[in-house]
T-cell receptor
């Protein structure tokens, strides 16, 4: 049973390009959470999704960032027109249901904007 | 808004010593999580504390939860170098933001 799969592991983008980060939850998990970790800091919540629905996006920047979790396929975090400040590690977590005894984290995508 | 505070933020200790990391949170919750993160790696779940008075132990680590005081502790007994990592506590809630809110982390360095 594979864990939470994130890809790519490392992503380098030039300023102004788009970044697409993918997250496949654990089998049987229908809830996905995205977090951002800046260097030397804790994880900050971005968005919480269930299949085809955004449940809570209160942590998402208002512009350039979007997330989806389609009926088929992985969840996607999309960052348009990246800037240097977007450089961070982006982690995805999944759970079978809200507050269901814990969350499983993926290995993260390290985004570097040059 | 839920706030989670950890202290200390940085801890350098010698092998064989004991120490405690503290995690305070600002609003009612009965679920608290402890994670470990090694540099450049993901988060490894250590403990999930589900109720007031919960105590869990794994090896040299013991975690406890006091929901009345809104306080959790992570106690390290006879530290060894392998415990060097960053430790995060996190809380989730039934209402409001329905996801984990993390503390800033405690970077633990165990010196030989």
């Amino acid at each position: 049973n594979a864990g939470v799969m994130q890809n790519p592991r490392h992503l380098v983008r030039r300023r102004g390009q788009e970044a697409r980060l993918r997250c496949s939850p654990m089998k049987g998990h229908s809830h996905v959470y995205w977090y951002r970790q800046l260097p030397e800091e804790g994880l900050k919540f971005m968005v919480y999704l269930q299949k085809e629905n955004i449940i809570d996006e209160s942590g998402m920047p208002k512009e350039r960032f979007s997330a989806e979790f389609p009926k088929e396929g992985p969840s996607i975090l999309r960052i348009q027109q990246v800037v240097r400040g977007d450089s961070a590690a982006y982690f995805c977590a999944s759970s079978p249901g809200f507050r269901y005894y814990g969350y499983t984290f993926g290995s993260g995508t390290r985004l570097t904007v040059v | 808004e839920l706030k989670v505070e950890q202290n200390p933020l940085f801890l350098s200790m010698q092998e064989g010593k004991n120490y405690t990391i503290y995690c305070n949170y600002s609003t009612t919750s009965d679920r608290l999580y402890w994670y470990r993160q090694d540099p450049g790696k993901s988060l490894e779940s250590l403990f999930v504390l589900l109720s007031n008075g919960a105590v869990k132990q794994e090896g040299r680590l013991m975690a406890s939860l006091d929901t009345k005081a809104r306080l959790s502790t992570l106690h390290i007994t006879a530290a060894v170098h392998d415990l060097s990592a960053t430790y995060f506590c996190a809380v989730d809630m039934d209402t409001g933001r329905r996801a984990l809110t993390f503390g800033s982390g405690t970077r633990l360095q165990v010196q030989p």
